[in-house]
């Protein structure tokens, strides 16, 4: 059995520059995340969570520390690396759905699979299939600014799921939506990531959403607890 983390951080740090003042947003994190497993990132705003999410998803690089995905080193990663590191094993969600507004709901979807390399026929069953997993294969021909707000964001849970990630990075992946719709969502977003046995760190303000998840950390001060 592999008992290697699918993500892990040792003494992360990210400190910026603001003129003469040098700003410690993040200060010696250590966390690590296995396979099956949801955790909680909960956090007053401007406690550094979307920038410890970006460190996480190789989006930014680190001040110090280390960063592993799968048991690889990250940091010494070219950018070319990273990005096939970000394409192949890691999956985003954001509190805004980022749909590209030019395509349609499918489209959407098979996009970063052909990026990946996926032919464009395996591409599309595998976006119809993933529509139809909840319910939105009657949206597949539609663009975003037909969709309602929690289709808009399921597709955009589709999409960073599409190419099977180990890791998905979701920063207020329900922020954006009313309570009702956020609840669904989001048991839709655990049901999937729960079937597919990745690891999910999820960045939420919503205490009740956070205690649904496996563990809750707290990033407090440039600091991470577990509650």
Known sequence: MNNTPTLELRHLQR????????????????????????VALVGPSGSGKSTLLQLAGLLERPSSGEIFIQGQPCNQMTDKQRTAMRCQTIGYVYQFHHLLPEFTAL???????????????????????LLKNLSLENRATHRPSRLSGGEQQRVAILR??????????????????????????????????????????????NVELAKKMDRIVTLHKGTLKEN
């Open 15 to 38: 400190t910026f520059k603001q003129g003469e003042i040098i700003l410690n947003v993040l200060k010696d994190i250590n966390f690590s995340l296995k396979a099956g497993e949801i």
């Open 160 to 205: 960073a799921l599409a190419n099977n990630p180990a890791l998905l990075i979701a920063d207020e992946p329900t922020g954006n939506l009313d309570e009702s719709t956020s609840q669904q969502v989001f048991d839709e977003l655990m049901n999937l990531v729960k079937g597919s046995n990745m690891a999910a760190l999820v960045a939420t303000h």
């Open 107 to 129: 489209e959407n979807i098979v996009l970063p699979q052909m990026i990946a390399g996926i032919s464009s026929i395996d591409a599309q069953k595998k976006a119809q299939q």
